[in-house]
């Protein structure tokens, strides 16, 4: 049985085949009795930054692991791995017809998860596949012609596609280690089953949405593209239908409902059909782009290193005297800043990364927490309605053009003035950045920047551009749902992923697709339903 060493540490100037060599030298054995060494974890511990240090935890096996316990009884980084059970796929209980809307990755899992389990599953998405997205997006950023349904928001993967493709996650899952594997054989590097901060990058994104969307295929899934879901048929308080954009009735036992957190017109729906939703707290800023190089600088102590990732950030801070949260969120080293807009005459901006994260500025939202009280919730809607007064504010502010606001960090401090410097496109215009934001919002994160620059001395520069408006950080709403996955209103369907409310991200999506797609294979009857 294979044993576990956590936390071996290599210095920046030392190669990884000295893992076998430090691994002897801990337990007072030799290298060479190390059977089938492997790494199972890699990270960056920079806390000290005159001693980088790249950590690793490896598994392997020598010929007697019982005496090399004794021997180490008690050793804090030492212990016997247990065999990993693989989570079962029992199969259906009788034929099951499922409905996904959504091709982010919520429904994408939902939708493998449920045919690995021999339902009828089609999946039917709004925007287009990723081999005609990706011209329309790059359409967009050279010319600004904008596509109300195939941009960043909509499309085979979601917003995902083009995003950092970060696969972290807080949530505990027995699934977890499953979809990073699935990703792998769809392409994604199999970096990612080792890296303590995995990501995919958007360039590779693109090739496992095809690989995935084969596997799909040879399970017997029916993909739709281009197809709106506009209606609920409801018999009885259980939904038996989806009524798509060309009046087209698609019956159902269960819909799955993935729609991302941009799809306003199916909230709108939504609310018009009694689904149970209320307003929930979201956040909202903009986007701050440095140079690579400085960030780098600030959080190494080196502007580039073979052995060093392009560096990332993570900052908080609480405002005393509002209570409210300032963070930094969905930080893309080495990346990219894009308009996301889902909407005509609206503005807003997302970040992303390609798989070297080689680009010449790093960028990362700061954002403001927004609480129901901020937009008079008296209905679950109130948030996104927020949401558009802003970014049609933005908007104009840009220019009514689609290019972004922007204002130099130091300019939006009130300490001097400095260039814009972005990698956002169609462009950038400057603005300042006070009219296109809630007060709220600017406050907070002017009080929060000096706390952000002592933490990461350098982080205030006149090299810093800020672009906005960040409105999309999670859905401004909760689709109500129950224990069993259900909507507390109406049966048969299933709200999940980051549109509902439910997750945060790729990975969190993913898993909440899976399931959701469990609580549908347990749900089904025995016997005849139909």
């Not at 019956?251 to 009694?274: F, I, K, N, W």
């Amino acid at each position: 049985m294979p044993l576990l060493l956590r936390e071996i540490a290599l210095n920046l100037d030392e190669d990884e085949a000295l893992l076998s060599e430090k691994v002897g030298q801990e337990l007072g054995i030799s290298p060479e009795s190390l059977i089938k060494l492997s790494i199972v974890r890699r990270g960056i511990d920079a806390r000290r930054k005159s001693r980088i240090l790249r950590v690793f935890n490896v598994e392997f096996e020598v010929a007697d692991e019982d005496a090399l316990l004794r021997r180490h009884a008690g050793h804090p980084r030492l212990q016997k791995i247990e065999p990993r059970l693989r989570p079962s796929i029992a199969p259906l209980k009788q034929p099951w017809r499922v409905v996904v809307v959504g091709m982010g990755p919520a429904g994408l899992f939902a939708a493998w998860r449920l045919a690995r389990s021999g339902a009828e599953v089609t999946v039917v998405e709004r925007g287009r596949r990723v081999e005609t997205r990706v011209p329309d997006i790059r359409r967009f950023r050279s010319e600004g012609i904008f596509d109300p349904d195939s941009n960043i928001a909509f499309g085979e993967g979601g917003a995902g596609t083009f995003s950092d493709g970060k696969l972290t996650t807080r949530v505990k899952h027995p699934w977890h280690r499953q979809v990073l594997q699935i990703l792998v054989d769809c392409g994604a590097p199999e970096d990612i089953l080792i890296d303590a901060k995995p990501h995919v990058g958007t360039d590779r994104l693109r090739l496992v949405l095809i690989r995935f969307r084969q596997m799909l295929i040879n399970l017997g899934v029916t993909i739709r593209y281009e197809t709106r879901l506009d209606g609920l048929k409801v018999k009885a308080g259980r939904v038996t239908a989806g009524i798509l954009g060309n009046g087209e009735e698609l019956p159902c036992d269960s819909l799955v409902l993935a729609c991302g957190h941009s799809a306003r017109d199916t909230y709108e729906m939504l609310q018009a059909s009694g689904v149970a939703m209320e307003a929930k707290p979201f956040a909202v800023g903009v986007r701050v782009e440095h140079p690579a190089e400085l960030i780098n600088a600030i959080q190494y102590g080196h502007a580039r290193h073979p052995h060093l990732p392009t560096a990332e950030y993570a900052l908080t801070w609480n405002d005393p005297q509002t209570g409210r949260g300032v963070y930094s969120f969905c930080m893309c080293p080495g990346g990219e800043v894009v308009v996301a807009s889902s909407e005509p005459g609206g503005m807003v901006v997302n970040g992303m990364s390609y798989l070297r994260r080689d680009g010449d500025l790093s960028n990362s939202a700061l954002v403001v927490a927004v609480r129901p009280e901020d937009f008079d919730a008296q209905d679950a809607l109130a948030g996104m309605r927020f949401q558009r007064r802003w970014e049609q504010q933005a908007f104009r502010l840009g220019g009514g053009d689609f290019h972004a606001p922007a204002q130099n960090l130091l300019n939006f401090l009130g300490r001097g003035k400095g260039p814009l410097c972005s990698s956002c496109r169609p462009g950038v215009r400057e603005a300042d950045l006070s009219d296109g934001l809630p007060m709220a919002v600017t406050t907070g994160l002017r009080r929060a920047l000096p706390h952000f620059d002592r933490r990461m001395r350098g982080f205030i520069t006149a090299e810093a551009t800020l672009v906005g408006i960040e409105t999309r950080t999670s859905a401004p709403l909760r689709i109500l749902r129950g224990a069993n996955g259900q909507s507390v209103s109406h049966a048969g369907l299933f709200p999940a992923g980051e549109g509902a409310g439910y997750a945060g991200g790729i990975m969190s999506a993913a898993l909440d697709g899976i399931t959701i797609g469990e609580h549908i294979i347990s749900s089904v009857p025995t016997g005849s339903y139909r």
